[in-house]
């Protein structure tokens, strides 16, 4: 199979993920505890102003009508409006998700370089001091809740609240701005990626091809880099893909405690008031997120490992 034909098979299981995805949507909306009428009339809303805004949103009509007419609008990238505001979801998607993207980007290259270089180190260093602290601060990372380190670097390293206000994400602080909760989501995740690059690498040093690198007299660093790092990569890059595509739409801790308005901060709001097409329309940005995400990732397979290259 082709790297080309890899892609197209992977992208035709994307869209019908994604299909799957939109049709349990529709249903979460039909399910849901906040009829779109009351959210949209408000609590005063009398019953005579609920049934013109029902007939209004054709939600008297049949459910495969109503699903019909869901799809279509899906396929041309139109995700409703708003009940709160009445806003097209798109554009309060497309307003908030830069903040977001650069958010999770930024960490992203913190956590992956921070947990493949403790992991490696770990794994070079089985058993001795250095391998102690790595698994000493992989624990802690693992058990301590997201609220509470972005409170703590907060209060530790912030300083004021003028440097975490919103605004658009390029200004002159944009930097200074966005240090701290790159830090606080990348020391999240760079202890699963620690102890997941660790796990492999150990696996990886005992292979039989290794030891034959090391036998034919090969430096060190050369076969920990280039025969141990690159075949133990795989499954982290796997994880990589899945957890960059999900914190595209759930980095509501991050953006509440820094007050970056992002697409976390947009769920969060619309998840208090209801607002049902905003919340399936960040649903559906997260699913293709992880969607293009995994094909990235098993595109890069090749890259990284010949022995699953497509012939």
Same mark, same amino acid.
Do not use: C
């Given at each position: 199979?082709?790297?080309?034909?890899?892609?197209? &098979?992977?992208?035709?299981?994307?869209?019908?993920?994604?299909?799957?995805?939109?049709? !349990?949507? $529709?249903?979460?909306? &039909?399910?849901?505890?906040?009829?779109?009428?009351?959210?949209?009339?408000? =609590?005063?809303?009398?019953?005579?102003?609920?049934?013109?805004?029902?007939?209004?949103?054709?939600?008297?009509? =049949?459910?495969?009508?109503?699903?019909?007419?869901?799809?279509?609008?899906?396929?041309? %990238?139109?995700?409703?409006?708003? &009940?709160?505001?009445?806003? =097209?979801?798109?554009? !309060?998607?497309?307003?908030?998700?830069?903040?977001?993207?650069?958010?999770?980007?930024?960490? *992203? /290259?913190?956590?992956?370089?921070?947990?493949?270089?403790?992991?490696?180190?770990?794994?070079?260093?089985?058993?001795?001091?250095?391998?102690?602290?790595?698994?000493?601060? /992989?624990?802690?990372?693992?058990?301590?809740?997201?609220?509470?380190?972005?409170?703590?670097?907060?209060?530790?390293?912030?300083? %004021?609240?003028?440097? $975490?206000?919103?605004?658009? =994400?390029?200004?002159?602080?944009?930097?200074?701005?966005?240090?701290? @909760?790159?830090?606080?989501? *990348?020391?999240?995740?760079?202890?699963?990626?620690?102890?997941?690059?660790?796990?492999?690498?150990?696996?990886?040093?005992?292979?039989?091809?290794?030891?034959?690198?090391?036998?034919?007299?090969?430096?060190?660093?050369?076969?920990?880099?280039?025969?141990?790092?690159?075949?133990?990569?795989? @499954?982290?890059?796997?994880? $990589?893909?899945?957890?960059?595509?999900?914190?595209?739409?759930?980095?509501?801790?991050?953006?509440?405690?820094?007050?970056?308005? %992002?697409?976390?901060?947009?769920?969060?709001?619309?998840?208090?008031?209801?607002?049902? @097409?905003?919340?399936?329309?960040?649903?559906?940005?997260?699913?293709?997120?992880?969607?293009?995400?995994?094909?990235?990732?098993?595109?890069?397979?090749?890259?990284?490992?010949?022995?699953?290259?497509?012939?």
């Amino acid at each position: 199979m082709s790297v080309l034909r890899l892609a197209v &098979h992977r992208l035709l299981y994307g869209v019908a993920v994604l299909w799957l995805v939109s049709t !349990l949507v $529709f249903a979460f909306l &039909h399910l849901s505890p906040v009829p779109a009428e009351r959210v949209i009339g408000g =609590p005063r809303a009398t019953a005579g102003t609920l049934r013109l805004i029902r007939a209004d949103l054709g939600l008297d009509d =049949p459910v495969p009508v109503q699903y019909g007419r869901f799809l279509a609008r899906l396929a041309s %990238g139109d995700l409703g409006d708003s &009940h709160a505001g009445g806003e =097209p979801v798109a554009a !309060l998607i497309a307003e908030r998700l830069p903040t977001t993207l650069w958010l999770v980007l930024g960490a *992203a /290259v913190l956590w992956f370089a921070g947990g493949v270089a403790l992991g490696v180190l770990g794994a070079t260093r089985a058993r001795g001091a250095a391998d102690r602290v790595t698994t000493v601060l /992989v624990l802690a990372g693992l058990s301590t809740p997201p609220f509470v380190l972005a409170l703590v670097l907060l209060s530790v390293l912030g300083t %004021g609240a003028a440097l $975490f206000e919103a605004g658009p =994400p390029m200004q002159e602080h944009f930097l200074r701005r966005m240090t701290l @909760p790159w830090l606080a989501l *990348a020391v999240l995740m760079v202890a699963t990626y620690a102890r997941l690059t660790r796990s492999a690498m150990l696996d990886v040093l005992g292979e039989d091809y290794v030891r034959t690198a090391r036998a034919k007299g090969l430096s060190r660093r050369r076969v920990v880099y280039r025969h141990g790092l690159r075949a133990a990569l795989t @499954p982290v890059v796997t994880q $990589f893909g899945v957890d960059l595509g999900a914190l595209a739409g759930s980095t509501v801790v991050i953006e509440k405690v820094f007050g970056l308005q %992002g697409v976390g901060q947009l769920v969060h709001h619309a998840i208090t008031l209801g607002d049902t @097409p905003v919340i399936m329309g960040v649903t559906l940005l997260t699913t293709l997120a992880v969607i293009v995400a995994n094909l990235l990732v098993d595109v890069a397979y090749a890259a990284l490992d010949p022995r699953v290259r497509p012939a």
